[in-house]
């Protein structure tokens, strides 16, 4: 009872001392106690306010990095409560620590805390939020820094992957101060459900991440932070489908660039200032887009033109985009405004582009995307039929060595259309390669009434070559105009895919005995 009354005699004195004292001693006192408690206790203690200045205009972007990285780590057994919320732009959930309540860290083996402090400014609405930070005092000038420098980038690295993706499109208007339209980017193409030889996938994914982390790098050999690709291969091999799997697996923004909208090189200039880092900027059929590759023809077959008509070709060039223009645009001073940049060019023959543009420097990389290979089609069954494995996988491999692959988008039409069966899908498949095989120039129909009659295929293997050749366009000019030498070529390449069938049709029969049994 002696303690408790001394406890009530005590707290009686300290409030006639705070109506008796005035305010300036009393805030004297108070920062004392502060000191003598920072001076004994074994913490250091750092605030973070969210406005630079009192007057709640400039934001400090470190608060702003703090409430991301704490987004990041895994909060589970480290706090009690937490506020939720999600923003239009982006479909992820995010938390922020509840008022005044702790979350715990480690940091090098030491322990770490933030504590989230939000006050009422009094007479107002508005609230006053900071973050403090506590850490051991002894090591805090080997922790601040580095772990300060952790929470930036980890903070960067989740606002780059939780945001939401745009894909940008010139519209017409680049010297303005905005010459891009934008919609979001929701492409649901990836590595995983891409057509690709597995070789080629890791070569492609191995690069794109030596390429996003290699900020030092690219800075130490005195390069700009950019790559070059160039994606090239007959329509519907798959060019467009790369494009966004390697946006959704960088995080990139993806800016389309039509040349065609573009009136000079000066806009195409100001299109590539406005464009931000982290973004794949593509050109999608560079040889179709302008006519370039004319530029250098023309100026090594001019000859000594007249005073006026050089004026003429002068002006010419100065109203639309010029080799040059394009040239600077991917490798020239203006293409190190920006930094993690890719650059795509994409064509369907690659002859066509002119030397200049896809030299070393400025299209690093050359993918070749063509036909189907086994691999790619087992990923394609995979994705339309959930099929890992079936007995006419080794009939198709056969077709593919004998020159019959398709093109991931042919393959993938197919199995789109007939994806309710696998049988009949896959047969449909093999039917496709067998006209290519054949060498017939068949309508899409021809392949869907194929599909639907799921005999046609054991049909097409059981008719006489006789009935191969008449029934086949191409084969009946070889009859008939072929002499002398070709026409002994013809029929010894005949033969081997008369060969070739008959053994389509045993493997055939032979996985219908097996399901038979």
């Not at 030491?110 to 930070?133: A, G, I, K, Y």
């Not at 494995?389 to 259309?417: K, M, N, W, Y």
Request: proline share 4%; hydrophobic share 35%; aromatic share 8%.
């Amino acid at each position: 009872m002696e303690i408790l009354s001394q406890m009530w005699s005590f707290l009686g004195l300290l409030t006639v001392l705070q109506n008796v004292l005035p305010s300036q001693i009393l805030s004297l006192l108070h920062s004392l106690y502060e000191s003598l408690q920072d001076f004994f206790s074994p913490f250091a203690y750092f605030e973070i306010p969210e406005f630079n200045d009192y007057c709640g205009v400039d934001v400090n972007d470190l608060y702003r990095h703090v409430n991301l990285y704490l987004n990041s780590v895994n909060p589970a057994t480290t706090c009690r409560r937490f506020t939720l919320s999600r923003s239009k732009s982006s479909n992820r959930v995010s938390f922020t620590v509840a008022p005044n309540h702790t979350l715990h860290d480690s940091f090098n083996g030491h322990t770490l805390s933030w504590t989230h402090h939000v006050e009422t400014v009094q007479d107002s609405l508005e609230e006053r939020r900071s973050f403090s930070l506590k850490l051991p005092k002894r090591h805090r000038q080997a922790i601040l820094s580095p772990y300060l420098d952790l929470v930036t980038s980890r903070a960067e690295e989740f606002e780059r992957v939780s945001r939401e993706r745009r894909l940008f499109t010139n519209n017409g208007h680049g010297s303005y101060e905005s010459g891009w339209v934008s919609v979001p980017f929701r492409h649901p193409s990836t590595f995983e459900t891409l057509a690709l030889e597995p070789q080629l996938r890791q070569q492609i994914t191995d690069d794109l991440t030596a390429f996003s982390n290699g900020k030092e790098f690219y800075h130490r050999v005195g390069r700009a932070w950019k790559r070059g690709y160039l994606l090239y291969g007959p329509p519907g091999s798959g060019k467009s489908s790369l494009i966004a799997a390697m946006a959704n697996y960088l995080c990139y923004d993806v800016y389309d660039l039509e040349l065609t909208k573009v009136s000079d090189n000066s806009e195409l200039r100001a299109l590539l200032i406005q464009t931000t880092n982290r973004s794949i900027i593509v050109i999608e059929d560079i040889d179709c887009s302008v006519n370039l590759t004319a530029d250098r023809l023309s100026k090594t077959k001019r000859t000594a033109p007249a005073k006026g008509s050089s004026r003429d070709h002068e002006s010419e060039e100065n109203g639309r985009v010029t080799l040059s223009g394009l040239l600077n645009f991917t490798d020239g001073l203006w293409s190190c405004c920006g930094e993690e940049r890719i650059i795509v060019f994409t064509t369907n023959h690659r002859d066509n582009v002119d030397p200049a543009l896809v030299r070393c420097g400025r299209m690093d990389v050359h993918v070749s995307l063509g036909t189907c290979g086994i691999h790619a089609f087992k990923a394609l069954a995979g994705n339309y039929l959930g099929l890992e494995s079936h007995p006419l996988f080794d009939v198709v491999e056969s077709c593919i060595r004998s020159g019959g692959s398709l093109t991931p988008a042919q393959v993938g039409e197919i199995l789109l259309r007939n994806r309710r069966d696998c049988e009949v899908a896959i047969k449909a498949v093999i039917s496709a390669m067998q006209a290519r095989i054949l060498g017939a120039e068949r309508e899409p129909i021809e392949y869907e009434e194929m599909a639907k009659s799921p005999e046609s295929l054991e049909r097409g293997l059981m008719e006489s070559p006789e009935n191969w050749e008449t029934s086949s366009p191409g084969r009946k000019k070889r009859k008939d105009g072929g002499s002398g030498s070709g026409s002994g070529s013809g029929s010894v390449s005949w033969e081997k895919k008369v060969k070739f069938l008959v053994r389509l049709r045993s493997l055939t029969k032979s996985d219908s005995g097996r399901r038979g049994c």
